[in-house]
């Protein structure tokens, strides 16, 4: 393992408890993809990961963002394929869930 899979496998043990303790085990895309979009393929609570805010570049300057809760949505693999190129939904999606990104 490399220095950012390994830096990347620590922030996520530390996502996946901080979710647990804020009581966030289902996908969180969901709901939202069904009200915005009519997107009904979500899996609720099977193939969860971490989708984020910015595609992975993003956070070369600044690492420590990738494993921060504001950065990232719990969803299911159906729901994160659906507004993973949609850069304009991606941005909706985040903004329900965790405000606006502020500079």
């Not at 969803?75 to 993973?84: L, S």
Request: aromatic share 12%; hydrophobic share 35%.
């Amino acid at each position: 393992m490399g220095k950012k899979t390994k830096a990347w496998a620590e922030d996520r043990k530390k996502l996946l408890s901080l979710y647990l303790h804020k009581g966030i085990t289902r996908c969180e895309a969901g709901p939202i993809l069904l009200r915005l979009k009519g997107f009904n393929g979500c899996w609720k609570n099977n193939a969860l990961n971490f989708a984020h805010r910015h595609k992975r570049h993003f956070y070369l300057d600044c690492p420590e963002l990738l494993g921060s809760f504001n950065q990232t949505i719990l969803a299911c693999n159906p729901c994160h394929d659906y507004f993973e190129y949609d850069r304009d939904l991606t941005e909706e999606v985040f903004n329900i869930l965790r405000g606006e990104e502020v500079d």
